[in-house]
């Protein structure tokens, strides 16, 4: 058995040299209509159409700022000088000095060169409970080999049998810091991923964004063109059902299959299905319709969009609702919510680890505890903007963001029945798309977001004048009544104008936002969502689309593994990209 001793002292971020880095450097387009023209070229091309992107990230360039080391949260009990049977230490890149062997690496090989680990030892640490027994296994080494294992995709055999391959697992065994004579079992492995809770893997993706932010490749204020350099960062909402590794065998399972037998209720039953009496000896412990390796998984129906019972009953969207309705999908098992950190610079997102709950929870009920959690944990990170889809768009998120974040809403519209009646819209003083009316019905006209005020200013620019009928009239024969309104007066070109902030005219929250809705502004902003839903399509890459193991836990730790990988490959990739391009 080996026996290494690790001392408490290990490679970590030094601020220095984070607020040094060339990374800091980066610019994306000079111009917003630069940047708009070039929305339709693929994400590669455009990283290097960007100043400074090959001169920065090709490998020739990055070599000498390596290794890229992580930092470790003030919280974390520090690591004491132990005997273990690995050590995994960084190693220098002696053997990539020509391109072919560059290009002979595979992107876990690449992170392995670009990051320095160490500083994970006392956060992977925490699962120990004593400094008894025999010497352990590098806990860095246990869990960079499980994140191989995630990135590959095998199977704990599959994993196991690749690190003992003689050839193939050499230089993992090397890197990863095991000795070929002394190697973990395969019940070790699983033991350790086992014992490692969930916050202990989400602190190891914070340790690698809080990284990432001090060497500026994670921005830390707006990257759009044309906005104020003081203004926040942008933040993507997006949720991602995971189907549980148990398969279904009741949609109405939920915790009372598990209470014991005398106290049990069938929820089947009382929604008028079949169900099961649990009166055999198969039902002792639960329901034997119950799936005990994954009793937080629940079942949702997802219809394919994101309307409320008001706008899916409209008239305007009936044939809408029969086409989603013959597109739906059948989910049993869990919700990953992500905040994705959106880069202009880099035409990129950053997931920040977010909410891991049951199928069934509605996706605005954990924005709020999401980004209290997210402060928490990035308490210097300033948001100014605030993107998803028409299910964050709740009265209670949109207060949270103006009032807490103090950030932009762009979040689509939730639809009501009311919007449809003309009479209501000029009553309360804006039309169907939240644009403020003018007291005869005709829209107002944006003038521009004030951010220091949080208000938005609208005017009528006596519309009045130019156009023949109201936008929005109670009848088709009502009578125009603008003729002797006082602001068609010449000397007052700009007409009549209101302000509008938290709320509209009448106090509501629902249509309330900071731009007028399919203005230039607001769809060149709202259309970077397609960054966040890339999301969904990297977790899908990593088959984490059905969680690998049972479990809400586990499942959530695969998830978090996945934003780790997402956010370490996202450099490796600039790397691969920017030496590609310079042939260096």
Not at 108 to 125: E, Y
Not at 487 to 500: A, C, H, I
Not at 540 to 552: A, D
Request: aromatic share 10%; with cysteine; glycine share 6%.
């Amino acid at each position: 058995m080996t026996s290494i001793l690790i001392p408490t002292l290990f490679p970590h971020l030094n601020a220095d040299v984070g607020a040094h880095a060339p990374f800091h450097q980066l610019s994306g387009f000079s111009s917003r209509p630069a940047f708009k023209a070039a929305r339709l070229i693929a994400a590669h091309e455009r990283r290097l159409m960007s100043e400074r992107f090959q001169a920065t990230f090709s490998w020739q360039a990055i070599r000498p700022h390596l290794p890229l080391c992580l930092a470790v949260p003030e919280s974390i009990p520090p690591w004491r000088p132990r005997r273990c049977r690995s050590y995994y230490r960084w190693l220098p890149p002696h053997d990539l000095d020509s391109s072919t062997a560059f290009a002979a690496l595979d992107d876990f090989d690449l992170i392995l060169r670009l990051f320095d680990f160490s500083a994970w030892r006392p956060i992977l640490a925490q699962r120990f409970t004593n400094y008894l027994g025999p010497p352990p296994f590098d806990p860095v080494s246990l869990g960079l080999l499980t994140l191989l294992g995630r990135w590959r995709n095998w199977g704990w055999s599959t994993l196991y049998t690749e690190l003992l391959h003689r050839s193939r697992g050499h230089d993992y065994r090397r890197l990863l810091g095991f000795e070929s004579q002394d190697l973990p079992g395969l019940s070790t492995v699983r033991m350790a991923m086992n014992q490692t809770k969930v916050s202990v893997w989400r602190q190891c993706a914070d340790s690698l964004v809080h990284a990432l932010m001090a060497y500026g490749l994670i921005p830390t204020a707006t990257t759009l063109p044309g906005d104020s350099p003081h203004q926040g960062v942008s933040i993507a909402l997006d949720s991602q059902l995971v189907d549980a590794r148990s398969r279904m065998r009741c949609s109405k399972m939920c915790a009372a299959c598990f209470l014991p037998r005398s106290q049990r209720t069938c929820a089947a039953q009382a929604a008028g299905k079949e169900g099961w009496d649990c009166d055999t000896q198969a039902c002792r412990h639960h329901c034997r319709r119950a799936t005990p390796r994954d009793p937080d998984a629940r079942y949702v129906y997802y219809e394919g969009h994101n309307r409320t019972q008001a706008e899916a009953t409209s008239p305007d969207n009936q044939r809408q609702e029969k086409r989603a309705s013959s597109q739906g999908e059948h989910h049993f098992g869990y919700k990953s919510k992500a905040f994705n950190i959106l880069d202009d610079r880099l035409f990129t997102y950053w997931p920040l680890s977010a909410p891991f709950v049951a199928a069934n929870r509605n996706d605005h009920l954990q924005t709020i505890p999401g980004f209290d959690d997210l402060r928490r944990r990035f308490p210097n990170l300033n948001i100014g903007e605030v993107t998803g889809d028409a299910g964050e768009a709740y009265d209670d998120v949109l207060r949270y963001i103006y009032d807490d974040l103090g950030a932009l809403r762009m979040l689509p519209l939730r639809r009501h029945k009311v919007d449809e009646d003309p009479v209501a819209c000029l009553r309360r003083g804006y039309d169907a798309q939240g644009t403020p009316l003018c007291p005869h019905g005709y829209t107002l006209a944006f003038n521009g977001h004030d951010y220091d005020r949080q208000q938005s200013k609208w005017l009528c620019r006596q519309r009045c004048r130019h156009q023949l009928l109201p936008d929005v009239r109670p009848s088709p024969d009502a009578p125009d009544t603008s003729t002797s309104c006082p602001y068609r007066d010449p000397q007052r070109p700009l007409g009549y104008s209101r302000r509008t902030g938290l709320t509209l005219p009448d106090g509501s929250l629902r249509l309330a936002r900071d731009f007028k809705l399919d203005s230039p502004s607001w769809s060149l902003r709202l259309g970077r969502q397609s960054y966040a839903e890339s999301r969904n399509a990297n977790q899908s890459r990593r088959h984490l689309k059905r969680s690998p193991w049972f479990g809400l836990d586990n499942s959530a730790k695969a998830n978090y593994m996945g934003d780790i990988l997402t956010n370490a490959l996202n450099l490796a990739r600039f790397v691969r990209e920017a030496t590609a391009a310079t042939g260096a």
